[in-house]
């Protein structure tokens, strides 16, 4: 479900919000679970701005999310769910029974007064963390770690989820969202279930100002600039037989950028080959 607004200014005649309804009503954020986030506008210790485009917008503090969910064979109630202006999925408030509070990204369906586990004896549950090893193949997870113990780093984003496909020599074989199959240590920690807050790439902003708010500043395109501020810049009339590329002349498009030196052997299927 998404929110639409009757047309009563012109920024909300398109606009589109993800719905709120997971969301704990009256919950506010745990202040001793909140750090400071200092913003620098995007430029570096000199002044010089490093990325374009960024500025401004509402203050927010970070939310200390649990990814590494370490506390095993504790239960933990459920006391809320969250928006978290941080990222784009929602998070849930935990209260383990042993009185210590913390915060994990919400997986779809996990309600107010749910109880979640972690470790190699938690039973199959939307919400709980266990080895890969530890899982059925054909489950769905998220939250997934590249390292055992380092803390999850793979699937965080509202909506996605990967794809336990096979355990076999100490691995586990994923298929990732984006259609890449890979093999990850079987030691390696994962949730099970969905993230939460899938309606967010429905998401219409209606007006500028709103991406403002965000810390987004407008932005000329590379096409309509004149020749000194960029290398797709000037021409008689509009040109569509440029390269994308910015105003340094970096390829934007068929340029890849990852290092050579890293090791492709747990890659099964990259995402670029259907």
């Known amino acids: 479900m998404v929110r639409k607004y009757k047309p009563t200014t012109p ?6 919000l993800p719905s709120i309804d997971e969301l704990t009503k009256g919950a506010s954020p745990l202040k001793s679970l909140l750090s400071k986030k200092t ?3 995007a430029k570096n210790n000199k002044g010089h701005i490093t990325s374009r485009g960024r500025g401004g917008g ?13 506390k095993d064979g504790i239960k933990a109630k459920v006391a809320s769910i969250e928006y978290d202006p941080n990222r784009s999925a929602h998070i849930a408030l935990l209260h383990y029974l042993d009185g210590e509070k913390r915060y994990i990204i919400a997986p779809k369906g996990l309600k107010a ?8 004896e938690a039973p199959l549950k939307t919400g709980n963390c266990l080895p890969l090893k530890s899982m059925p193949s054909g489950s769905t997870i998220h939250n997934i770690e590249l390292q055992p113990g380092k803390g999850a780093q793979m699937i965080r984003s509202a909506g996605s989820s990967a794809q336990l496909m096979a355990k076999s020599g100490g691995y586990a074989t994923l298929k990732m969202p ?9 030691t390696c920690r994962a949730t099970l279930g969905v993230i939460s807050n899938a309606e967010n790439n429905l998401m219409v902003i209606g007006k500028a100002g709103r991406n403002r ?9 590379g096409t309509v600039t004149n020749p000194v501020d960029g290398c797709m810049g000037g021409g008689e009339g509009r040109q569509n037989s440029y ?18 030196s890293k090791s492709k052997r747990l890659i099964v299927k990259d995402r670029r080959k259907k």
């Open 11 to 16: 920024g909300r005649r398109t606009l589109v």
């Open 243 to 260: 390269h994308p590329s910015s105003p340094w002349g970096t390829p934007a498009k068929g340029f890849r950028t990852r290092s050579k």
């Open 213 to 221: 708010w965000k810390g987004k500043r407008p932005i000329s395109r």
């Open 178 to 186: 984006s259609g890449e199959v890979r093999l990850v240590n079987d």
């Open 39 to 41: 913003r620098c506008s």
């Open 58 to 70: 509402h203050r927010k503090h970070y939310r200390i999310i649990d990814f590494k969910r370490d």
């Open 113 to 120: 007064g749910d109880f979640v586990q972690s470790g190699v």
